[in-house]
T-cell receptor, first 109, second 118 residues
Framework: DAKTTQPPSMDCAEGRAANLPCNHS???????VYWYRQIHSQGPQYIIH???NNETNEMASLIITEDRKSSTLILPHATLRDTAVYYC??????????FGGGTRLMVKP | EAGVAQSPRYKIIEKRQSVAFWCNPI?????LYWYQQILGQGPKLLIQ????????DSQLPKDRFSAERLKGVDSTLKIQPAKLEDSAVYLC????????????????FGPGTRLTVL
C-alpha cells in the first residue's frame, strides 16, 4: 500500500473551511484514498473515500488531483467539534487500514 | 443501529499480571479487528478475524497476546503477562465482508479500552 505524508498539525478558524492535504505520490491505479478522523478519547471514524473522482458527502469533500498523487479533505464549515486527528490512508480495496501519524486539526473560536 | 461495544473502558494492572478485553461488533458484521494505539501514534492492527477464523495476526505478539472469536460474533483479546510497553488504548472495529473490487472497506470502531500497566 502507498505511503502517505500529512502535515503534523493545522489550525482553522471556526466557520471557515478546513483544507487538509495529503501526499501519496506512489499511489497505484487500484488504490483507494480513505480519510478517517479520531476525536479525543474516541475510536477513529470513517469520513470519506475515493478512487479517482472527487467525492462529497454530508461530512466532507475529497478532492483528488488528476495524477492522483495528492488529495485534499475539505470540511466546508469547521466547528469546534471537528477538532481531531485526521488520517489519510491509501490502500487496495479489502486491505487492512494502516494509520500513520495523521494531522492534528485544531479549530479555534 | 448500535455501534461496536467494548469493555472495560479503563483498566490498570501491574506488570506481569493478566488482562482481557471484550468486544461486541455491529450485528451482521463478519469481520472484526483489534488495534493497539500507543499514545501519540496512529492505531496499529494486531489481528483480523473473518467470522471465527483468523485472517491476519502477523503483528500480534503471540508470546503474550492471544485473541479469539469462538462463535464468530464477540471477541476477547488477552495479554498474559503484561509489560509496561503494553500501556495503550486497545480498539476493536468491525466491518461487513465485501469482495467487490470497487467496494470500500469501511470499518466502524468502538470507543476503546485504555490499559495502564504499572
Amino acid at each position: 500500500d502507498a505511503k502517505t505524508t500529512q502535515p503534523p498539525s493545522m489550525d482553522c478558524a471556526e466557520g471557515r473551511a478546513a483544507n487538509l492535504p495529503c501526499n501519496h505520490s506512489t499511489i497505484s491505479g487500484n488504490e483507494y484514498v480513505y480519510w478517517y478522523r479520531q476525536i479525543h478519547s474516541q475510536g477513529p471514524q470513517y469520513i470519506i473515500h475515493g478512487l479517482k473522482n472527487n467525492e462529497t458527502n454530508e461530512m466532507a469533500s475529497l478532492i483528488i488531483t488528476e495524477d492522483r498523487k495528492s488529495s485534499t479533505l475539505i470540511l466546508p464549515h469547521a466547528t469546534l467539534r471537528d477538532t481531531a486527528v485526521y488520517y489519510c490512508i491509501v490502500i487496495h480495496a479489502g486491505n487492512m487500514l494502516t494509520f500513520g501519524g495523521g494531522t492534528r486539526l485544531m479549530v479555534k473560536p | 443501529e448500535a455501534g461496536v461495544a467494548q469493555s472495560p473502558r479503563y483498566k490498570i494492572i501491574e506488570k506481569r499480571q493478566s488482562v482481557a478485553f471484550w468486544c461486541n461488533p455491529i450485528s451482521g458484521h463478519a469481520t472484526l479487528y483489534w488495534y493497539q494505539q500507543i499514545l501519540g501514534q496512529g492505531p496499529k492492527l494486531l489481528i483480523q478475524f473473518q467470522n471465527n477464523g483468523v485472517v491476519d495476526d502477523s503483528q500480534l505478539p503471540k508470546d503474550r497476546f492471544s485473541a479469539e472469536r469462538l462463535k464468530g460474533v464477540d471477541s476477547t483479546l488477552k495479554i498474559q503477562p503484561a509489560k509496561l510497553e503494553d500501556s495503550a488504548v486497545y480498539l476493536c472495529a468491525s466491518s461487513l465482508v465485501s469482495g467487490a473490487p470497487s467496494s470500500y472497506n469501511e470499518q466502524f470502531f468502538g470507543p476503546g479500552t485504555r490499559l495502564t500497566v504499572l
